[in-house]
């Protein structure tokens, strides 16, 4: 992916404190965020929260999502509610033992501030937290500020439409895998479309991104998760993200996460690359771990913009145990049983993406309503 600095035109949400700053005066504040809420500075930063507090604003609490607040965290791994290190405030868990803010969580607050860099993808977490911060809101009547940022995959729409049977934490709307849109656009999207439990709609007000073109590259400064080191696995995470729903491992337990994918019951006459997974910080226990994996080395793939499907297909054409390459996490991330008879039937990927191109003609149509850019 090309660079751009961020300050080089882009103007964050978390920047324009001068638009913000007067919706906190005299407000007992809760912030959602993680390690990527931040507010740039030539050559720096400094997280939204400390610099909030810097100017006098009343943070009361900090709600963080999968991988934590300062986002070390593995995939999957239950984050407990802490204090913050640095500022003493108290860090409540939105992926521990509760999705939602509870009613005590949000006791005594004024406004909820979300901010929160994400990727684009339909089974990306951040947006599921975002859907139930949004629905607590509406219930508790709190006003939601959205601080939003440029999204990294935001100039395609691709894949199959979710299914409301395969409705999970790592699917919750009728969307395409990859969805076209920026967090605050999304937001909208949750309101307009009546998602939210009840039809109860969030009083939201959204600070949206100056100077941003969705078809110019934008360059992640800080990392969004520990398995999306750098502009190449976030590209390539549309596409290879399918296997966490396989046999195969996807470059967890390596430096190349989402940049690979290998397991050792692909043909190693067929497959001319190998690595070896080890636990490491963004992977406790990697699939195969310790286990020669052989695959494909993608860190010289040209950028993407659309789903490569060539990759899984090749890799479930050629393992040894057919019968047992899927697992039932597939269709969750799939958000359909279509996609996975498709590739046991044969189909190659141009037939597949064929058959998607009516919902995603649908859906884009249903989308523009609530572009900012």
Request: aromatic content about 10%; overall charge negative.
């Amino acid at each position: 992916m090309g660079k751009e600095h961020p300050l080089d035109s882009i103007v964050v949400g978390a920047n324009q404190t001068e638009a913000y700053l007067p919706l906190l005066k005299n407000k007992k504040v809760g912030i959602i965020g993680n390690q990527t809420s931040v507010i740039f500075h030539e050559n720096q930063y400094t997280h939204l929260v400390d610099s909030l507090l810097n100017l006098g604003v009343d943070i009361q609490r900090v709600f963080s999502p999968e991988h934590g607040f300062r986002g070390t965290a593995s995939a999957g791994e239950s984050v407990n509610d802490q204090l913050d290190e640095k500022t003493g405030i108290p860090i409540i868990s939105l992926y521990g033992n509760h999705y939602k803010p509870t009613a005590k969580d949000l006791e005594g607050l004024d406004i909820l501030i979300f901010d929160i860099q994400d990727v684009g993808l339909r089974f990306y977490t951040y947006l599921s937290t975002l859907h139930y911060v949004m629905e607590a809101a509406a219930e508790h009547k709190i006003p939601l500020l959205l601080l939003d940022r440029p999204n990294p995959n935001g100039s395609y729409i691709d894949g199959p439409i979710l299914e409301k049977e395969h409705r999970s934490f790592v699917g919750m709307h009728p969307v395409p895998v990859v969805h076209g849109m920026t967090m605050g656009e999304y937001a909208q999207m949750i309101n307009g479309e009546k998602w939210l439990k009840n039809g109860v709609q969030c009083a939201l007000t959204i600070i949206p991104v100056k100077n941003y073109n969705k078809n110019k590259p934008y360059s992640l400064p800080i990392n969004p998760s520990p398995n999306l080191p750098n502009d190449r696995a976030i590209n390539l995470y549309p596409s290879l993200c399918f296997f966490e729903g396989t046999v195969v491992n996807a470059g967890r337990g390596t430096s190349f996460q989402f940049q690979a994918f290998g397991a050792p019951s692909l043909r190693k006459d067929y497959f001319d690359f190998q690595y070896t997974p080890k636990p490491n910080a963004g992977a406790t226990h990697p699939k195969h771990e310790n286990e020669v994996c052989y695959g494909r080395d993608l860190r010289q793939t040209e950028t993407l913009d659309h789903i490569n499907l060539d990759w899984l297909i090749e890799a479930y054409q050629h393992t040894d145990d057919p019968q047992h390459f899927f697992n039932n996490f597939f269709e969750k991330l799939a958000g359909t049983t279509t996609l996975r008879k498709q590739i046991e039937k044969g189909m190659n990927s141009d037939q597949i993406r064929e058959t998607w191109k009516a919902g995603l003609k649908k859906y884009d149509e249903k989308r523009q309503a609530y572009l900012l850019y």
